[in-house]
């Protein structure tokens, strides 16, 4: 099938692997079939998948135009409904056994995801699922080139640390949406730091996870003042942001 979309989420689209790892999660659903939220739907690829399976397709879409593209494509089913809202203004009025919601980024900071879920929550069915169902964020120490919040998309670091994980989300709790953590990090070489590398994990479902993809997550790379260190020094962080307020809300010290 062709799509009509808008030039950024063309490249979702194209994004092949991301596309596969949500048409697995969605082909691997077992749960009840009578209707799904597709939250954010863009082209409607996710509502594109999820045809089949469901008796009713509620796909919300914030912007006039994408939403144009999906009402479009997702035409000829008549088991979809497309809407053009904002999912937080939008009067849910039945539960759902699915919400699918990819409004994903790096650690869930400059997107949505979490604000929106901890509102829709409450109409899922007793045994819903979400799609994606979680997340887990790691960091590690580098160096960086440049010094300004930026994403690992063709640039230069020096990683100086194994990964840690330092938050793991399920999101199918409740999740407040403000971030403090203070993480040891292990030097595994000597030299000069000066900032921290973020990389997300999405847990799609119980058997699926998939790290960093081009239109999925590419690790975000953070300033800290710099430092020198030697190996097996700890090196200790506080991170602190908030998820859904963007990358302005990150806070970075050593402690
Ligand atoms: C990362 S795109 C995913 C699009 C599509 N689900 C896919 O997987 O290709 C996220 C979409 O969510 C939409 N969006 C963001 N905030 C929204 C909100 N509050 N209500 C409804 N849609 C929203 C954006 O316009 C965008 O189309």
Redesign the pocket.
Known sequence: MKFKTTP??LD??KDED??SA?FEAISEYDGNTDLAY?????????SYFLKDKFDEIIS????KK?YDCAKDNLAVFDNIEVVN????E?EFTKKADLI?C????TALID??EVP?LNHVRKFLKKNGKIIPQGIINTAELVNLERHNIHWDEGVNYEVFSKPLVFCELDFLDEINPEVEVDMSLKATKEGLINGLKITSFTKLNDNLIVGPLP?LNPPLLIPLDEKEIKVNDLINVNLKYIMGNGIESIQTQYY
Do not use: P
Not at 38 to 46: A, E, M, N, W
Not at 102 to 105: N, P, R, T, V
């Open positions: 950024y989420h979702l689209l991301r596309l949500f597709d939250l954010g739907c863009g082209s409607g690829v996710l919300i879409e914030i912007n994408t809202s904002d999912v937080l939008y699918v990819e409004m994903l980024d997107e949505e929106i239109m």
